[in-house]
């Protein structure tokens, strides 16, 4: 299982994301541009001493994702608030790739099309959506259910 963050721009919730993916032993991928620097003090007060533990792959663009990913040969699982599907009535593989946008502006038409399945996190209509950070632990939450990949460990 992996877990990819496109053109993310808040510090805080990529190091959340990175942290998470490190306690999970998820491998991380982040998609340029960033809309920070990874010396921000927040980014790595965020990630705190994990950030060196985490499996992390940064990719200059778009484009060079897609090479990537075409050559690794994963599904990309777009999470979205732009579908009906849940992720709960989804099957996902070890090998998936669960793909979230910009906090400030998702991901682009290319992003949509390019992505295997589009899912969302079903929630109360009346509001907007749910932190990317908090989304990306759910998704991941699911999908190692579902895949039974080990992590090794307490939990807490």
Partial sequence: MQIALFQ??????????????ACLDVA????????FDTSD???????????DQ???KRHDSWSKFEEWRSEAGCRLILFTTKTAK????????????????????????????AADARLLIPMKPSLRSLNVAVTAAMAVGEAL????APVTGPAI
């Fill in 8 to 21: 993310p721009d808040i510090p805080q919730n990529t190091g959340t994301i990175l942290r998470l993916c």
């Fill in 28 to 35: 991380a991928h982040i998609i340029e541009p960033a809309g």
């Fill in 41 to 51: 003090r927040n980014f790595r007060r965020a990630g705190m001493d994990y950030l």
């Fill in 54 to 56: 985490v499996s992390l």
């Fill in 86 to 113: 849940s992720y709960l009535d989804f099957s996902y593989n070890a090998s998936d790739i669960l793909l979230f946008g910009r906090e400030t502006a998702g991901v682009t038409d290319a992003v949509v099309a």
């Fill in 145 to 148: 259910r579902q895949t039974g």
